[in-house]
Every structure is written in C-alpha cells, then in structure tokens.
C-alpha cells in the first residue's frame, strides 16, 4: 500500500506519493526502483547524484525539489515561450538521445550543442578532432540527429571555435599545459578540445 505522508513533515520522505503528470511514486519502493519509474515516466533521471549510502534504503520517495523540477520541465516543453533554444552539453551522445528527439519533436527553435559531445557531432562531418574525447560508435547517431534536426526545421548549432590542449602535456600536468583557441577545423591530431571558444560563446549568446 501507499503511505502518505502531511505536506508540513519535515523529513527526506515529504509527499510519500508523488504526482508528477502521471507518476506516482510509492513509498515502499527502493531509491534505484524510484529512480528507474521516474525516469521511464518522468524524464532523463538518475542515481548519478545520490549518496551510496542513500541507495538501499527501504523506504524513500522522491522530494519536493524534484516535483519543481520536473514540473517545470514539463511546462517549458509542453508550452514554451518563443523563441525556444536548448543547449545541452556533456561527455556522451548517447546519453542524450531521447532528450534530443523529445525536443526536436517539440519544435525547439534552436539546439546550442557545446561540452565533450560536441566532438562526437563534429568528427561526424568529417573534421579533425584530435584526442578529443568523441564515441566513434555514435557517428552515424550524430548524423542521423543532425538531419533529424534539419527536416524538422530545428537550428543545432555546433561550436565554430574551441579551447584545445595538447592532450601528452595535459596529462602530465594540466595546471601548466599551454591552452590555445581555434576554430574547430583546426585541430591537431595530438591536441584535445576543452570547451567551446570566444567566438561560439557570442554565437551561442545572440
């Protein structure tokens, strides 16, 4: 059975049953069996930002924090204000792949992609990138999103300049590994790209 709990109890279990569209989350579930039905019904969600100690707990249920937040990411998708730009960034492409066709399918005007996963969709095109970190077994992935995102009328934008390393002297000491920013076509084979340079950052920001 579902316990509830009254919305004035201050503990880590508020809300033992929580409504969020149509999740209810119940109280006797374990936090990897909360976490896994919100995130099938509630969105991109995961154990990444929980205690181990927190994880086998008996009882738990999702808090008040996370309500707000998902609530808020269903009126931004559902009904966004116009226009509409998503920037998404992160190491891996793959990780984002539903969060991707969930907002071109809602017609997100604009797509900023920056962080590691850049470079997965710029080796896709054909560019150098380096020792960049880039899942090579996403590049058809990455095409097919971009030329999901172009018949469906999405703009993704993708770094035109970038901060790069040389990756041998980085992992020797990155506090005195020389930094330089090029284009993105610029990449030397023994060089890494950090983040998006000055250039994609006032592109990214108009």
């Not at 927190?54 to 966004?80: F, I, S, T």
């Not at 809602?106 to 797509?111: E, S």
């Not at 997965?120 to 990455?142: H, N, P």
């Amino acid at each position: 059975s579902t316990e509830r709990l009254p919305s004035h109890q201050t503990t880590p279990a508020v809300w033992a049953e929580s409504s969020i569209s149509t999740t209810t989350v119940d109280v006797g579930l374990s936090m990897d069996e909360i976490f896994k039905k919100l995130g099938k019904e509630g969105g991109m969600l995961g154990m990444s930002g929980v205690s181990p100690d927190m994880r086998d707990v008996e009882k738990a249920a999702a808090g008040l924090l996370m309500e707000k937040e998902l609530e808020y990411l269903g009126r931004a998708l559902d009904n966004p204000e116009r226009p509409f730009v998503a920037i998404l960034g992160g190491a891996k492409v793959s990780d984002k792949i539903p969060v991707i066709n969930a907002l071109i399918d809602r017609k997100v005007d604009r797509l900023l992609i920056g962080g590691a996963m850049a470079y997965t969709f710029l080796k896709a095109q054909g560019l150098e990138t380096g020792r960049s970190l880039v899942e090579d077994d996403s590049l058809d992935l990455a095409r097919e999103l971009i030329e999901r995102a172009h018949h469906g009328g999405v703009d993704l934008l993708l770094p035109t300049d970038n901060v790069v390393v040389d990756k041998a002297e980085w992992d020797k000491d990155p506090e005195s590994a020389p930094i330089r920013t090029c284009g993105v076509e610029e990449i030397k084979a023994e060089e890494a790209g950090l983040d998006i340079g000055p250039r994609t950052e006032r592109i990214f920001s108009n």
